[in-house]
């Protein structure tokens, strides 16, 4: 674990230098497009929400599940509940 933390360390500090040998302007200009990413994605997830809670169908339907035997749940059905393992004894 120690190795994992040194490694992601090592590598945190050398994009660190990388970033602060870059000249200041080029710094604010990715500054200014990661910000805008983060602003158009947020706005995106706004809308997505705001578009699928406004539709009228937005119902939740509970049915009931298909597919369980109902064998296994009656107590009087004549099975034997113990589990064959093929484990050596």
Do not use: C
């Not at 990661?34 to 705001?50: D, K, S």
Request: net charge positive; charged share 25%; no cysteine.
């Amino acid at each position: 674990m120690k190795k994992l933390r040194d490694t992601i360390e090592h590598y945190v500090l050398e994009m660190e230098n990388h970033w602060k040998v870059l000249p200041v302007a080029k710094q604010r200009f990715l500054t200014k497009v990661f910000f805008g990413g983060y602003v158009f994605l947020t706005v995106i997830a706004i809308i997505n929400i705001f578009i699928s809670t406004g539709q009228k169908n937005n119902a939740m339907s509970t049915n009931h599940i298909e597919g369980i035997s109902k064998e296994s749940i009656e107590k009087g059905s004549g099975r034997d509940n113990t589990v064959n393992s093929t484990t050596k004894e």
